[in-house]
């Protein structure tokens, strides 16, 4: 029998990584819970993970697992009833967490900047967009209001937003999603930040939008070397935007590897199941295969692996929870089966 | 093959807009659609927002009346009917929405949600309805100590489970399902398509299957038609429809649509812009503007929907006779119009 290749959380090689690099975001070992009169709650356990330059990194999951939980406590906007108990968060090697709250104001905007899920109720309905998009060059350089919104101009005709001099002019409400959404992009763009963090930015979007919306970040990448870390539930958009993947659930990672790791050989039986339940244009499938059960509550995490009520391959040992276990030298999978 | 059940003859919906009366414009929601649906089969309406398939939808249960066009079912043209004979065509159609919760009073118990439909209808006894609430549940995966709980205490698959049981307790012939699953998770939302399809085989319905993503459609559809602002671009078997597609527009759809190969490129799609204004539609062909084969006619020429194969037809005008010789190769050859 081959020996077990024990790999610490959440650190599978990657080639910058040999280079000797320093990853862009950096997730050490980071638990985040809430306390309330049903008990505690740890929607983040244990996660570590890392977006290198210039890499687009899929965070995915369905709801509840914490993923976008994750995001909020990166960029430091976790709801107050929210408290991280340990393990820490370093942007380009400088820890989050040490830093004050007006520090961390500095940093996001400027370094680290998001992309959200609702672009529509994320702009404010009654400031013009281009005010919006021009507002970051006016809070962190102190830079005037006429600089800032020909900034915009310029930002936004760089996400390709048709006639930007005068869509700059307009409100909210006069453009369309996929047009609100670029703005956003724009928006996050506008200062040069280092990590872009994008919550399900496509969500509601129409296919073709959407993926107008995804090519814009895959050139943002490349052009800027932004490293990204995107949040999403499908798998076809992780499929087509994404070097690198951590399959979360239940407030734990329990699969990370490369994107052709994950999604042509899934080692976890839960991104083996999220596979067969998407339905795919590319062959008709007779069944989709559906997951049993539902994800468990955070007041009543079970004892071993947090999956095994719903996994089909459960065997006795699924009654004590596994670490990432190395599949091979960059994938790692939190299930025996992977040994 | 099976009896039509529903058909759509040349159906279009204007919408008068307000304002003054001097500045009131129309706005034409769905123009000019065709299709029918044979008992127990499915046919999909896929399109992207604004393409008109929720108003669709709402033509063919009768809640709002075409501006022109008839809708028949079952044999019967809908708009002739008196509101009584109309609830009796309702009993055969029903419908399941995207947001269950919405379709729900918030004060009803999932007994309530259940019994509404047959009061409504006065279907059977106390004792009879009893046992029809417990079969439909039971049709669709449901325990009992589900009836006294409150929709909003469910989960989203569940609260869609519900929907489902309120719309076959009548035993339809025809559900009408817009967007059924597009607010669910993967998991949860395979569960539902498999329970739609089992429902199917089980009962002998047909379904009017809205969704705007095409893998949904591919699993559970047997037919599709494409809108695009208001107009059906494309029909045809789904098989053959996602095998080669004949209009452009469905083209970039499929393109556009995430699969989780990493191998294959993605998002590469030669689609271009915006989605039009569905106040100001463009002249002629309404896609011209994004497409990526326009001809200068299709800038001036609305484009019929041309018939090939039997059972497809395309609304693009590179099937007709005068372009079809210097087709782009996609184009497949068929016979006449």
């Known amino acids: 029998m081959t020996e077990t290749i024990h790999v610490p959380l959440g650190s599978a090689v990657r080639e910058h990584q040999l280079a000797d690099g320093v990853p862009t975001l950096s997730i050490d070992s980071l638990s985040v819970q809430f306390t309330n009169r049903r008990g505690i709650a740890r929607v983040i356990d244990e996660v570590s993970l890392q977006v290198w330059p210039g890499e687009i990194v899929g965070l995915i999951g369905e709801s509840g697992s914490g993923k976008s939980m994750t995001a909020l406590s990166v960029l430091g906007l976790a709801p107050p009833t929210a408290s991280i108990i340990s393990g820490d968060i370093k942007l380009s090697g400088s820890s989050l967490r040490a830093m004050s709250k007006s520090q961390i104001r500095t940093v996001r905007g400027k370094h680290m900047a998001m992309v959200p899920q609702e672009p529509m109720t994320a702009m404010n309905p009654i400031m013009r967009v281009g005010k919006q998009v021009g507002e970051p060059y006016v809070v962190h350089q102190a830079s005037t209001w006429k600089h800032a919104i020909a900034q915009a101009v310029l930002m936004m005709g760089r996400v390709h937003l048709p006639l930007p001099n005068r869509r700059v002019h307009e409100y909210p409400h006069q453009f369309s999603g996929g047009m609100i959404q670029r703005s956003m992009v724009a928006m996050a763009l506008s200062l040069g930040p280092q990590l872009l963090i994008a919550d399900e930015p496509t969500t509601g979007l129409d296919v073709t939008i959407q993926a107008q919306v995804l090519r814009l970040l895959r050139d943002i990448r490349d052009i800027y070397q932004t490293a990204l870390l995107f949040i999403t539930h499908d798998l076809g958009v992780v499929a087509g935007i994404c070097d690198w993947v951590y399959v979360m659930y239940a407030g734990r990672i329990v699969e990370q590897g490369s994107v052709q790791q994950i999604l042509t050989a899934p080692k976890h039986p839960y991104t083996q199941a999220l596979l067969l339940a998407t339905p795919s244009i590319i062959s008709r499938q007779t069944e989709l295969v559906s997951i049993g059960g539902s994800i468990p509550s955070f007041f009543e995490l079970p004892e071993g692996c947090r999956f095994a009520d719903r996994c089909v391959r459960r065997f006795e040992r699924c009654a004590t929870e596994p670490d990432l276990i190395g599949v091979s030298a960059s994938h790692t999978a939190r299930c025996w089966l992977s040994v | ?337």
């Open chain 2, 1 to 337: 093959m099976s009896e039509i059940l529903l058909q759509v003859r040349d159906v279009s919906k204007d919408f008068v807009l307000g304002g003054l009366p001097w500045r009131r414009g129309t706005l034409a929601a769905v123009e000019h659609v065709n299709f029918e649906i044979r008992a127990g089969r499915t046919l999909g309406i896929v399109g992207e927002s604004g393409s008109g398939k929720s108003t669709l939808c709402r033509l063919v249960l009768g809640l709002i009346a075409p501006s022109s066009g008839e809708i028949w079912f079952n044999g019967q043209l809908l708009s002739a009917l008196s509101t009584k004979e109309m609830r009796g065509v309702r009993r055969q159609m029903q419908a399941v929405f995207q947001n269950a919760s919405a379709s729900f009073n918030p004060r009803q118990t999932v007994r309530d949600v259940l019994l509404t439909p047959l009061e409504v209808h006065d279907v059977g006894t106390r004792d009879s309805r009893f046992d029809m609430i417990e079969q439909s549940l039971e049709h669709v995966g449901l325990d009992l100590e589900i009836l006294g709980r409150a929709p909003h205490s469910l989960s989203g698959g569940q609260r869609q489970r519900v929907a489902i049981a309120r719309a076959i307790i009548l035993r339809p012939s025809l559900v009408i399902a817009d967007e059924p699953t597009s607010a669910l998770d993967v998991s949860v939302q395979a569960k539902i398509l498999n329970l739609l399809k089992q429902i199917q085989r089980e009962m002998g319905l047909a379904y009017l299957f809205v969704s705007h993503n095409l893998g949904v459609i591919r699993y559970v559809c047997d037919d599709v038609a494409v809108m695009y602002l208001g107009r059906i671009v494309e029909t045809g078997p789904t098989e053959q429809v996602f095998a080669s597609p004949q209009h452009p527009y469905t083209q970039a759809l499929v393109e556009a649509i995430p699969h989780t190969d990493p191998r294959k490129p993605q998002f590469n799609l030669p689609i271009l812009g915006e989605l039009p204004n569905i106040y100001q539609k463009p002249t002629g062909c309404y896609f011209h503007g994004r497409c990526p084969y326009a001809l200068s006619a299709c800038t001036e020429e609305q484009p019929s929907l041309y018939n090939f194969w039997g059972h497809r037809s395309a609304a693009c005008l590179w099937h007709d006779k005068r372009f079809i010789s210097r087709a782009p190769k996609w184009v497949s050859d068929f016979e006449g119009t």
